[in-house]
């Protein structure tokens, strides 16, 4: 893997601002990175999440502020950077008449690097070998993204930018590319994922960001969600003798329907699940706090400080 200086954070967001025209697209958005981190970007269309990777990535210029990557400008050091990036867009329409193959090759040769792992990634993702040959204004929009995925990773990058990487892709080759993000993540790479599948995100990302309005509103640990937030406990009994839950510290409500309690929870559960020990369980349902729901809290948090 190519190196480049040394930084505990990867990609730092310094009170960017981009404006076109008289829209404010982002507004003096700050945001870091970890180095070897999975980090999901989220937003609802037009919250900024395509300017700020268009600024991760070189492609255009902060009106003020500065990116950097592993310490280095985004804008002035795009060149070196785009030898340890790979970059998959939402969408891609350029050269259509050139086949697969020889887009791969000229991503290379702009990037200046080798293709280290390009015969690997391939098979990876089940891409038929014969269709590198045919022009790329024939491939389905799921081909097509998986040639995006090739040129990104064949070059073993250190940073990967994702932008809704897996939309197009069957399941099968999605769980494939899951497995490839952890693979990278383990050799160190740092990759910055914008989704709207929240179910995604949730299970491979280490933190979030959430953006309305081109400002970050909130930053997650994933792994910290389940003690902040409320969750649901469905625990069934043997019979109608069921334990007072209601006093126990975390629990929001209880309902009783038969031998069924409903509950919710916010944080540990160890005093729960103390508490009913004693008694037959016949059955037991917890859900995690889900990201969608937080996610949605957060906007409604918004709407309410606003209004």
Known sequence: MNNLPDSNLAIEFNEITKRFSKINALNELSLAVKSGEIFGFLGPNGAGKTTAIRIITGFIKPTMGTVLINGLDSWLDKEYISQTLGFVPDNSNTFSSRSGAQ???????????????????????????DALDRPVRTYSQGMMKKLNIIQAFQNDPRILVLDEPTSSLDPLVQKNFFEMLM????????????SHALAEVEKIC?????????????????????????????????????????????????????NTLYLRVIGPVSAIIDRFSSYQIQDLVFERARLDDIFLSYYDEEKDNNA
């Open 206 to 258: 280490d933190r979030i960001g959430i953006i309305r309005k081109g400002k970050i509103i909130a930053t997650e640990n994933m792994s910290s969600i389940s003690a902040k937030y409320e969750r649901r406990m469905e625990i069934t009994f043997a019979d109608d003798n069921t334990p007072d839950l209601s006093s126990i510290p975390n629990v929001i409500k209880v309902v009783k329907k038969g």
């Open 103 to 129: 887009l791969l090759e000229f991503w290379t040769g702009l990037q200046k690097t080798e293709p280290f792992m390009r015969e690997e990634i391939i098979d990876r993702l089940d891409f038929p070998r």
């Open 183 to 194: 693979e990278f993540k383990e050799k160190g790479a740092t990759i910055f994922m914008s």
